[in-house]
């Protein structure tokens, strides 16, 4: 069974930074893309940030472009996600995702770590 460990969440001020990690126990796998999510209070799940694992090719989502910079280690198959100049409006539950394929829905996900940004 695949399980994806995130870490590195907690609370900042507003304009800080943090960085997350995700990596993944249990069986081994190949990963097409890996991803980060967010869910604030009352809101559904969000996209922050993906990238192919093979290239590198990165997306990220328009709220969080110039802030966060998604990355990978791929000798450690984990993946990072730094956050930088946060916002409150960035509080949320972190989630890490991982896709087996090119395109389509991610296959596995993390548990979820908070990220609070305080005023």
């Known amino acids: 069974q695949v399980q994806l460990v995130e870490s590195g969440g907690g609370l900042v001020q507003a304009g800080g930074s943090l960085r997350l990690s995700c990596a993944p126990s249990?069986?081994?796998?190949?990963?097409?893309?890996m991803g980060w999510f967010r869910q604030a209070p009352g809101k559904e799940r969000a996209f922050v940030a993906a990238?192919?694992?093979?290239?590198?090719?990165?997306y990220y989502a328009e709220s969080v472009k110039g802030r966060f910079t998604i990355s990978r280690d791929n000798a450690e198959n984990t993946v990072y996600l730094q956050m930088m100049s946060l916002r409150p409006e960035d509080t949320a539950v972190y989630y890490c995702?991982?896709?087996?394929?090119?395109?389509?829905?991610?296959?596995?996900w993390g548990q979820g770590t908070q990220v609070t940004v305080s005023s």
């Open positions: 995702a991982a896709a087996l394929n090119e395109k389509g829905a991610y296959d596995y």
């Open positions: 249990g069986r081994t796998f190949s990963t097409n893309r």
């Open positions: 990238i192919r694992w093979s290239l590198g090719t990165t």
